[in-house]
Nanobody, 115 residues
Framework: QVQLVESGGGLVQPGGSLRLSCEAS????????MSWYRQAPGKERELVAT????????YYSEFVKGRFAISTYNAKNTVYLQMNSLKPEDTAVYYC????????WGQGTQVTVSS
């Protein structure tokens, strides 16, 4: 599999912001789309946002719409997740996913929203 490495997670207060990065070991143009998922303790992994690599079309889950933004920097083989107005319920491990003919998962980065 293509390697995906997430970074940018950490501890932030409610209402704060973080930007997550996911860097691929190869060109992201081999994938049709890239996504961010998250998984909180005791819960199933859930889709947060998706972006098509070539067209830049985006999809957001309702619980983050208007607060999060997904984008790509194709020349750096990177997808970002800008997270604003963070809430305690956003606390989770966030995973990068690349989908298409080839599929790959990152190892995850912890995001903790707490006062």
């Amino acid at each position: 599999q293509v390697q995906l490495v997430e970074s940018g997670g950490g501890l932030v207060q409610p209402g704060g912001s973080l930007r997550l990065s996911c860097e691929a070991s190869e060109s992201i143009f081999r994938f049709q789309f890239m996504s961010w998922y998250r998984q909180a303790p005791g819960k199933e992994r859930e889709l947060v946002a998706t972006v098509t690599v070539r067209g830049g079309d985006t999809y957001y889950s309702e619980f983050v719409k208007g607060r999060f933004a997904i984008s790509t920097y194709n020349a750096k083989n990177t997808v970002y997740l800008q997270m604003n107005s963070l809430k305690p319920e956003d606390t989770a491990v966030y995973y990068c996913y690349a989908g298409g003919h080839f599929n790959s998962w990152g190892q995850g980065t912890q995001v903790t929203v707490s006062s």
